[in-house]
Structure formats: structure tokens, C-alpha cells
């Protein structure tokens, strides 16, 4: 908005000047929030995260396939180990065998996270150093 002071008293004179203050004014705090938040947003932790890698399974006699069902029951195969020394006691007597065999673990879907991590934590103190997971890859659609 423009003022006239003195002068002719003309009121049907028409301003063609643009107000630029409004203008800058909302330049500036556009300019005062990207300078307070841009450091925030790319400030991180610098870490590298693992590649995503679908390898297939490379079935061996020798491989060692341990399944546990929803229910949490540990399968040697197609043999059900009634407890976990039975299992402790296997795995035992295969890591000793020159090369070790590998064990590859087929979680149920609905198997309870604990059942799984026993299995795990019988094959290391069997002392299997290789241990993989058996799943299926996702549909492609």
C-alpha cells in the first residue's frame, strides 16, 4: 500500500507499484525454518545397513534340516525329538564330523519366537558354527 503526503489531493490516481515486504518477509522466515530444520533431518547416525540377498538352498546329503511346527515341536528330518538333550546329544555327535555340516532351521510361520531360539541356542552349544534359515520367497505379483 502506498501513501500519498501533500500534493495534489488526486484520489483516482491508480498505485503501480508492487508492496514487495510481504514478499520478503515470508522469504525470510522460509528461509529461518529451512536453516533450523535441515541440519535436524540429516543428522543421523551413520551405520550400514544389510543388502537384502535371496541365496538358494544348496542342498547337501550332509546338511542337517531341523523343523519346528506351530505347536513348537522340533522335527531331526522326519523324526519328532522328544526333548532337547535328544536333540543336544545329535547335534553334538555332527559337529564333530570333518567338514561340519550345516544345519537349516524351517520355522512355522505361526511357531512362537522362543521354540525357534532354542533350537538355535541347542545347535550352539552342540558347537554347529553354521546355521541357516529355510523360508519361502515372497510371491511375485
Sequence with gaps: MAMTIGGDNDDDEVIGAINTTPLVDVMLVLLIIFLIT???????????????????????????LISVDRDGEVFWGQEQMSDNEKLVERLKAAAVVVPQPEVHIRGDQEARYWSIGRVIFDAQRAGIRKIGFITEPPARG
Design 38 to 64: 535441515i541440519p535436524v533431518a540429516v543428522h543421523t547416525v551413520p551405520v550400514t545397513l544389510p543388502k537384502e540377498v535371496n541365496v538358494p538352498t544348496q542342498t547337501k546329503p550332509e546338511n542337517i
